[in-house]
């Protein structure tokens, strides 16, 4: 993994475009949170990526309007220490398509994480998409691939070993969509909050006719963020 490719030597950059870069990247580290001691734990040899997307986040992504700029503040704790904790559930090696992928969380950490990963960001919407191709250009992830489309249009033609999910809907209707993007036996793991056991059980019925073979509510990253990340984990039928 190469990081980052504008900051190698002997890279040059216009004139022209080297003054709006630098003033954005400037804003950009203004903007970001400082860094928290456990990000060093969990990303190891990654943090300095994991920092550089942190800038993205807090610059570019906000000013596009994919994140909100109340979540700067809260950057690491809720969204990219919540995201690097479920690299812990992912085999590997493996494949991995990141269901709506947003602005990468988690699918972005988790190919800073897991190199020995294939990983997709699959988001229908083109600014997104766009936002998506530059993080994976700038952070150097050649483990991963930007996909535009939908998860219901793409059911069959993508077969990931694991499909992951953030904020994306509710869990009976997240699972219809993610399941037909796993492989037969493959695991769906959807980022959920404290509700997860609720929803489970109001999804009982849906997850049954879809064929699920198991269902299991993980503490994900426990003792090493705090809250650990709440992830509901299926099992994809043969």
């Known amino acids: 993994m190469s990081f980052p490719r504008a900051d190698r030597p002997g890279t040059s950059r216009s004139t022209g475009a080297s003054e709006a870069d630098e003033a954005t990247g400037a804003l950009a580290g203004r903007l970001a949170p400082p860094t928290p001691p ?3 734990r969990l990303f190891g040899p990654a943090t300095a990526a994991a920092e550089h997307y942190a800038r993205l986040l807090a610059g570019p992504a906000v ?6 700029p109340h979540e700067v503040p809260r950057l690491w704790e809720r969204h990219l220490l919540n995201s690097a904790a479920v690299a812990e559930l992912v085999p590997r090696p493996g494949s991995l398509v990141d269901l709506g992928s947003g602005a990468g969380l ?6 800073l994480l897991l190199p020995d990963v294939a990983v997709t960001l699959l988001e229908p919407m083109l600014r997104r998409v766009r936002f998506l191709e530059e993080c994976v250009h700038d952070l150097g992830l050649d483990n991963t691939q930007v996909r535009r489309g939908r998860a219901e249009d793409l059911a069959g033609q ?12 509710p869990l009976d209707r997240l699972a219809a969509l993610a399941l037909g993007l796993a492989r037969p036996g493959g695991t769906v793991l959807a980022i959920k909050g404290a509700n997860a056991p ?4 109001a999804a009982r019925p849906a997850l049954d006719r879809l064929g699920v073979r198991s269902v299991d509510v993980v503490r994900a990253g426990d003792g090493k963020v705090d809250p650990a990340t709440t992830v509901v984990r ?3 039928g043969p």
């Open 158 to 169: 993508l077969a990931a070993d694991v499909v992951t999910a953030r904020a994306v809907a």
């Open 38 to 40: 456990q990000a060093e």
């Open 198 to 201: 609720q929803e489970v059980a």
């Open 234 to 236: 299926l099992t994809a």
């Open 63 to 68: 000013e596009r309007g994919l994140i909100g």
């Open 106 to 111: 988690p699918g972005i950490v988790l190919a």
